[in-house]
Nanobody, 129 residues
Framework: VQLQASGGGLVQAGGSLRVSCAASGRSFSSYGMGWFRQAPGKERVFVGAISGRGGNTYYVDFAKGRFTISRDNDKNTVYLQMNSLKHEDTAVYYC???????????????????????WGQGTLVTVSS
């Protein structure tokens, strides 16, 4: 599985941005997909995740109410819509695929980077204050 993230860029605080992650392969709908972000000098942190068929989504507190994860399995693509962006949202955003169906069922597992088997290259989001 190869993941290609795109859509990052520069946005003003309060603005919106949607980043995408396109996947290769036939089994995309069986993968739970996660989004992580990594700010300069900081660890990679979990943002949220979506189940294989899109029926369940999970978010960390800072993303709730502002970020929305969705997926289009016909296009093998997962999206992260970010609204009301803040300067502290500045980071490289990564998508990741979890091949174990049970990963997303555990809050600890789904928020742990090593639970994911495939990673995109990341896309930089810069929010100007």
């Amino acid at each position: 599985v190869q993941l290609q993230a795109s859509g990052g860029g520069l946005v003003q605080a309060g603005g919106s941005l949607r980043v995408s992650c396109a996947a290769s392969g036939r089994s995309f709908s069986s993968y739970g997909m996660g989004w992580f972000r990594q700010a300069p000098g900081k660890e990679r942190v979990f943002v949220g995740a979506i189940s294989g068929r899109g029926g369940n989504t999970y978010y960390v507190d800072f993303a709730k109410g502002r970020f929305t994860i969705s997926r289009d399995n016909d296009k093998n693509t997962v999206y992260l819509q970010m609204n009301s962006l803040k300067h502290e949202d500045t980071a490289v955003y990564y998508c990741a695929a979890a091949t174990n169906p049970g990963t997303l069922l555990s809050s600890r597992a789904r928020s742990t980077p090593r639970s994911y088997h495939y990673w995109g290259q990341g896309t930089l989001v810069t929010v100007s204050s």
